[in-house]
């Protein structure tokens, strides 16, 4: 075994840019600590209390209850550490054969260059019974995967009113598209989107406002079995390596021809003029436009922030807007993203989690195209500090009308226990609660009244959001590297009423990515843009819930479609506590 001095393993300690970040972020903790005293160490990600937060609201559904009995395996060799084995899988609520109930797809490893296992590995598809329980149809619907699988992306490509599936994988990824009939086909190379390498995160979004979704694919680094390295030290042992002893890549821009077909447009879109490490991306509108840009984070280089100049080309301005690297200048480790106007001034923000001693990062818009990091003065700095996040999501889990935050946590070094005490392997999940303050002061850190399931530890990765038995309360799935995964049944007080939107584009793209969504009720308004992607890995249930809290009725509904329509439409006379389909130009589907 052969170490060499610019190979390390991802414990940043080992790195003299990080012995002084670390610095500076403990120092930057210790002052927010005497500035908010609530949190009162800044190692417990269980420090601060909400007064009025309810309790117990995620309860995890077990196996033998649900009927998912999927296990994700990673193929882990205990000889040589293969990168992608520590970095997957991930997770979608695809409502596959349109009856209104989300369905649930897995994602598995499988054969690669590393790793043929035997027997071979599937992804998993479990189609929902309606009756909180869940039968598997993969081999029905044909969408077992076939290579070493990393995430999905959920979205109605050909416009045909029924959702399609691609799969990124480390090797090659795949198009489904949806037969109508419980049944998928491969069309990956029909589609001409097989984006060969490592793919991660990828999100279908519209970008240049034809009515068409287009797709984004986040590529990670330039790996293979022959380029894989071997890190540690003779102390340690072999680990897995930091990022930086890998080239970076341009990641890919797939536009929609509209017959089937994608033209491969990165490089002539400036997207490809960026090599990066990508693993999450958000389709969101930051400067309220109405062109939707990117949000890209990456692993141990700067993020990226593409914005759409509206002639089928992208500016990068990560560095200007203050996105792209920590406060004190150094790139982090870069994972899940999200975006959403969480303090409601007409604004989309932007989170981005890292790894242990780098702390999550809580962008609020400045209105001008920069943002300004609040997850200190919020508590999420505080909490996150010792942590490594992956899956995470913006969504109103109370349904108060506030946009709340919950993420999935756990180290990539399944042995980073044995080197540091307050850094584990399998961390906590974490939730926040919006109060509805300014933007300095929103989230409350309500991990601690979560109940059982806040106290245990996962390798968490992916995670997705739907509402999975269609009561208005906003469910988490959640896939875990090497294990089982999580199903959280979301348990709110139904005192708080809601209303389910689904938005059916016609002249706007049919999944209406880029929809401005406003409701009023009595005294609330609230305003959510409905963003592509986001989390891990993962795809979202597409419907909407708008929360109004304890107001019983909505006085109106305003939709603004993007482009090509633009079309503004408000609704009245709305039923509250239940789901509606919205279709544009058409109002409410009967």
Known sequence: MSFTPERHIRIKVNTNHSHARRSFLKRLAGAALAAWAPYNGWSSPYAAQAVGAPDFPFEKISSSKSGITFVHHNGHSPDYYYEPEATGAGCAFIDYDNDGWPDIYLVNSGKCDFYDP???????????????????????????GGGYGMGAAVGDFDGDG??????????????????????????????????????SSAVWFDYDNDGKLDLFVCRFVDYSKEKNKRCGNREIGVRYCI?????????????????????????????????????????????????MDLFVSNDTVANFLYVNQGNGKFEEIGLQANVAYSLEGVARSGM??????????????????????????????NHDETFSDEAVSNGIGNATYMMSGWGVKFFDYDNDGNI????????????????????????????????????????????????PLFTERFAARGMAIG????????????????????????????????????????????DAIGARITWKAGDLTRSVLKVGGGSYLAAQDPRVVLGIGQRTRIDWVQIKWPEPSGRVERLTDLPIDRYITIVEGKGINP
């Open 162 to 199: 029924w959702p399609d599936l691609y799969v990124t994988q480390y090797g090659q990824s795949i198009l489904y598209r949806n037969n109508h009939d419980g049944t998928f086909t491969d069309v990956t190379d029909k589609a001409g989107v097989a984006a060969p390498g490592w793919s």
């Open 118 to 144: 035997d027997p071979p590995l599937h992804n998993a598809l479990y189609h929902n019974n309606r009756d909180g329980t869940f039968t598997n149809v993969t081999d029905k619907a044909g969408v077992q």
């Open 467 to 510: 509402d999975f038995n269609n009561d208005g309360a906003v469910d988490v799935l959640i896939a875990v590297n090497n294990g089982a995964p999580l199903l959280l049944h979301n348990n709110r007080d139904s005192q708080n009423h809601w209303l389910g939107i689904r938005l059916v584009g016609t002249r706007a793209n049919r």
């Open 404 to 451: 709340d935050l919950f993420i999935a946590n756990g180290h990539p070094d399944n042995k980073i226990n044995e080197q540091y005490s307050a850094v584990t392997y399998r961390e906590p999940l974490l939730l926040f609660r919006n109060t509805g303050g300014n933007y300095r002061h929103t989230f409350q850190n309500v991990s601690t009244r979560g109940g």
């Open 336 to 365: 899940g993203v999200d975006s959403a106007d969480y303090d409601q001034d007409g604004w989309m923000d932007l989170f981005v989690d890292n790894i242990d001693h780098e702390m999550y990062s809580l962008y609020h818009s």
């Open 243 to 291: 990022p930086s002893v890998y080239d970076p890549m341009p990641s890919w821009l797939f536009r929609n021809n509209g017959d089937g077909t994608f033209t491969d447009v990165s490089e002539e879109s400036g997207i490809a003029g960026q090599l990066g490490k990508a693993w999450g991306v958000v389709a969101t509108d930051i400067n309220n436009d109405g062109r």
